[in-house]
């Protein structure tokens, strides 16, 4: 279920802070009870709205998704539109006035369609993404390249160790990136930090990636 709600109330103590909202219009109590609801996820609306270069990156991926496709570039706009409602739960949204959030993971999408669909990009994923720590997840769910977007391998930025078998090590501490056979070369030979500045991408932790 997806809906908005009214924060009513909100104070801080040592636990942390505690929100009283009311969902106006709904009734939802036997549900609650019923399937034993204990945890919900929120996202909070500042009132911020999509910046212009959120608007940029969405419509520049669009329009290679459009390429990679065959379809016109608003028809692509608005059937990832409903990709991404089916996707997240929001309801519709407008390009010309959403919320920095709702931009933020509409891009997301994009991104991620891109990616688990090998679409060609015209520029860098790194510098289309809105959100890096989840492009570079994305990257490693679907064994893409974190700086060229072509097929990729696992790249441990946190060495595994030498005589560890790597099929057998639990690697879900340990921070990772994807990187084609040539950007993993240079990832050795460069040396962390160096590639790092160089390329604008870096090894995080996933522990469900496994």
Not at 76 to 85: F, I, Q, S, T, V
Not at 97 to 112: F, K, P, Q
Not at 139 to 162: F, P, Q, S, Y
Request: contains cysteine; glycine residues 8%; hydrophobic residues 30%.
């Amino acid at each position: 279920m997806h809906t908005v709600v009214k924060v009513e109330k909100v104070r801080e103590d040592e636990q942390g802070t505690q929100l009283y909202i009311s969902i106006p219009g709904k009734y939802i109590k036997e549900m609650v009870l019923d399937k034993h609801i204990r945890q919900a996820e929120m996202r909070f609306d500042d009132g911020r709205h999509i910046s212009i270069e959120q608007r940029k990156k969405a419509y520049a991926t669009i329009a290679d998704i459009a390429a990679w496709s065959g379809d016109v570039p608003e028809y692509m706009k608005e059937l990832m539109k409903y990709e991404h409602m089916k996707r997240t739960g929001c309801g519709y949204f407008s390009l010309s006035d959403c919320s920095v959030d709702t931009a933020r993971e509409y891009i997301n999408t994009l991104m991620e369609f891109s990616l688990a669909n090998g679409i060609p990009l015209d520029d860098l994923g790194v510098n289309r993404t809105d959100d890096i720590g989840r492009y570079l997840y994305f990257c490693l769910k679907h064994r893409k390249c974190a700086v060229c977007g072509r097929i990729g391998e696992i790249h441990h930025v946190d060495a595994i160790g030498m005589g560890n078998n790597r099929r057998k090590v639990d690697d879900s501490g340990y921070r990772k990136i994807c990187l084609c056979r040539e950007h993993h070369i240079i990832a050795h030979q460069r040396g962390k930090e160096t590639f790092e500045k160089m390329y604008k991408v870096y090894g995080i932790t996933v522990k469900e990636e496994r």
